[in-house]
């Protein structure tokens, strides 16, 4: 099973653009769908993005939607999460995670989850 690690989470401030990367290690990571989730305090995790093996296809939830690129590097065992044109309510730990097989927008159906990483979006 892939272990996951994210990196690249800060404070900015709203309208900022940030990247956040993923780095699998100890499995495969090109044979997998990759996906990004989040989930603000005190609130339930929530879908943001999610591509394929080999990133051919991409699917974005509704709030990312037009500001979020999620894309990978297989040769790397990366993946990553551009955010642009930042807001205040992007404010959330982000989590990467792995599936087996096929993209699902529900937290539950992921089956490795790496430890998160900060995002907090200030005026």
């Known amino acids: 099973q892939a272990q996951l690690e994210e990196s690249g989470g800060g404070t900015v401030q709203a309208g900022d653009s940030l990247t956040l990367s993923c780095q699998a290690s100890?499995?495969?990571?090109?044979?997998?769908?990759m996906g990004w989730f989040r989930q603000a305090a005190g609130k339930e995790r929530n879908f943001v993005a999610a591509?394929?093996?080999?990133?051919?296809?991409?699917h974005y939830g509704h709030s990312v939607k037009g500001r979020a690129t999620i894309s990978r590097d297989n040769a790397k065992n990366t993946v990553y999460l551009q955010m642009n044109s930042l807001k205040l309510e992007d404010t959330a730990v982000y989590y990467c995670?792995?599936?087996?097989?096929?993209?699902?927008?529900?937290?539950?159906?992921?089956?490795?989850w790496g430890r998160g990483t900060q995002v907090t979006v200030s005026a």
């Open positions: 995670a792995a599936r087996s097989r096929g993209i699902s927008p529900t937290p539950s159906q992921w089956d490795a």
């Open positions: 100890g499995d495969n990571l090109r044979t997998y769908p």
């Open positions: 591509t394929n093996s080999n990133g051919a296809i991409t």
